[in-house]
């Protein structure tokens, strides 16, 4: 890739709300042709409209190999290769491992990490075609794990090991591989959570900080992928200034 985005086509995952919407205006913003995928189509086609020649809503269900499939090959469809991935889509169901309800692990496991593992698997033949890269949306869980976060982190730091290989086994190819490991960002991620304790810290530890804003998220996204092609920013863990 050069310095520039101008004629990329990406595919953004979870582009429904926060990081995944803001890292999508980013990137049209520098150029790129974005492909916006997740559930909720009403929300991707508002996002859409706001630059309609270079964005496509796409109803995505990460869960799911054949949706993963069907969205990466409309994009190709649409736009005539696929040059990005950003791997976004996720879920945080934060609770303590002793009574939890099993059915939110599996719900994690399923998103966080094997969708994004099977977004991976049926991008990477266009991936390789275009010498292009993969961002992978990890987290300080990814690093770090913590009480209440058991089952999350878990996902998170099955990310990283994904990644890692990925990158070991894709790198010679020239396709360059990303994690981003946010702190606390102001999204709705945290509205998902059942466990009233952990909703309630959850609320308490936002208001207890400046937070991380979904755009300063999508600027590291488009820093990594705007480095010249000899340079493959591997890792970006990024904090609030306020988070301990
Ligand atoms: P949001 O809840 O705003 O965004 C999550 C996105 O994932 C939504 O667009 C949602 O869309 C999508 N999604 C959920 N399930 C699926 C699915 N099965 N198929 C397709 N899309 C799905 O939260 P964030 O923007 O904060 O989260 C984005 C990523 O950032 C996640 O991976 C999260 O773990 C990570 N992260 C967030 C942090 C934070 O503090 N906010 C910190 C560290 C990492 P829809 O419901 O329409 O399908």
Redesign the pocket.
């Known amino acids: 890739m050069s310095n520039t985005l101008d004629g990329k086509v990406v595919l953004i995952?979870?582009?429904?709300?926060?990081?995944?919407?803001a890292t999508a205006l980013a990137l049209s913003a520098e150029g790129a042709r974005v492909a916006v995928?997740?559930?909720?189509v009403d929300?991707l086609e508002a996002l859409a409209s706001k630059a309609p020649d270079q964005m496509l809503a796409l109803e995505?269900?990460?869960?799911d190999q054949e949706s993963v499939r069907a969205a990466i090959a409309k994009t190709v469809e649409h736009f005539g290769a696929l040059d990005i991935l950003v791997n976004?889509?996720?879920?945080?169901l934060a609770g303590p491992i002793a009574g939890a309800d099993t059915t939110e692990w599996t719900r994690m496991i399923d998103?966080?990490l094997l969708?994004s593992m099977y977004t991976v698997h049926a991008a990477l033949p266009h991936l390789l075609e275009r010498k292009g890269a993969v961002v992978q949306?990890?987290?300080?869980?990814g690093r770090i794990s913590s009480a209440g976060n058991g089952a999350y982190a878990a996902t998170?730091f099955g990310i990283t090991a994904f990644t890692e290989a990925l990158r070991q086994e894709v790198t010679a190819q020239g396709v360059r591989v990303v994690a981003i490991e946010?702190?606390?960002?102001a999204?709705?991620?945290t509205d998902?959570i059942t466990d009233p304790t952990m909703q309630a810290a959850a609320k308490d530890m936002a208001a207890s900080m400046r937070t991380l804003q979904?755009e300063d998220i999508a600027n590291a996204v488009v820093y990594a992928v705007t480095q010249p092609e000899r340079v493959a920013v591997n890792e970006i863990l990024i904090r609030p200034t306020d988070q301990t």
């Open positions: 995952t979870g582009a429904s709300s926060g990081i995944g919407e995928g997740a559930r909720r929300r995505l269900d990460v869960t976004n889509a996720g879920v945080m998103t966080n969708g949306v990890s987290s300080t869980s998170k946010p702190g606390f960002v999204t709705e991620l998902h979904p």
